[in-house]
């Protein structure tokens, strides 16, 4: 997903990337066990946090990189700190999390 050419548009627990004219970049949708709350992307990972936890997928593959426990979140942002770092919340918890590279994961 280029920032400048798509943009992923969500419905209930499906994402699908379109481009400027509405049009489908991707064969297939990304698909969440439940509707997220909350959607960051942070190339090359989408993060969404639904009810029960945060998925990290790889936005190319859309594959689950990684999944974190964190009920009830609400909130996704990056930092102005650190460009690369970012933060999830829930009323109750605040979590940091720092982006690696696929290569070097």
Known sequence: MEASDEMLLVKNNQGICVDLNGKPTRTEPIE?????????????????????????????????????????????????????????ASPTVVMQLTPVSPVNQ
Do not use: H
């Not at 990684?66 to 460009?83: C, I, K, W």
């Open 32 to 88: 969440w066990k439940d509707p997220p709350s909350a959607i960051l992307f942070r190339r090359p990972y989408i993060l969404t946090a639904t009810p029960a936890m945060v998925d990290v997928r790889n936005v190319e593959n859309r594959m689950l990189v990684q999944t974190l426990v964190l009920r009830n979140g609400s909130m996704l942002a990056s930092t102005l700190l650190a460009e690369r770092m970012v933060v999830c």
